[in-house]
């Protein structure tokens, strides 16, 4: 059964191969939970490959006709204010035939920074008195 | 009251003011639940003020005795494997009255992860059957 959807984790990439095992470690639960029906892949600004372009083009040549960009960035600057729109312009003009949504970043997602400041607590409870 | 203990929220920085908005905003988060006697900064490693050493100079003369360092990066790549550890030999030289601690960076955390994996679900929430 080929995937009808796809998930496309897009981060910024960099020179030590080691960088994208958290976003491996992510793309391996969303596959665990999303079942056959869901392509998860993972695309790089910069650095590393694939780039966004290929990973969309791979998504549909695998007959996905919805694939879904989820930002894996926590800071919101250049990269995501001016590189990301223009990009998926790109691959929106390349793949007319697919429906390809950006969704915001996690950085701007309540749960996500919930997630991080009780990662922080965690740490401070072996410091702190409760 | 002066703070007793240190959080501070270590992230790479970028040229967009606003780059570091959810940063902000976890340090808003975390100085909500740990109360006053733990001061919360941000620190950057480049392009933003302060940098890691004066973060930590600034906790230091507030009276902190325990500095805890969350490193906020998702990938693990050279900044977290060697710039970071160089600078937290630095501050740990310049104030050998107090403990700073360095915590593994919030890409690690499983509940990070599935913080994120959980947010890219409901994303696609909109456009899956379940």
């Keep these: 059964m080929s995937a009808r959807y796809g998930i496309v984790l897009f981060g910024h990439g960099a020179r030590d191969a080691r960088w994208a095992e958290p976003f491996e470690r992510l793309a391996k639960l969303l ?15 910069e650095l ?15 007959g996905c006709a919805t694939i879904t960009i989820v930002p894996v960035f926590v800071g919101i600057g250049g990269h ?17 035939g697919i429906e390809i949504r950006c969704v915001k970043p996690v950085g701007e997602d309540d749960a996500v920074l919930d997630a991080l400041a009780q990662y922080c607590l965690r740490q401070m409870g072996d410091v702190t008195p409760r």
Tied chains: 1, 2.
């Design 48 to 62: 590393m490959s694939p780039d966004l372009p290929t990973a969309i083009a791979e998504q549909a040549a695998g």
């Design 31 to 45: 596959r665990a939970q999303c079942g056959p029906s869901t392509a998860v892949s993972l695309a790089f600004l």
């Design 80 to 96: 995501i204010r001016r590189d990301l729109p223009a990009l998926v312009d790109r691959c929106r003009a390349a793949h007319p």
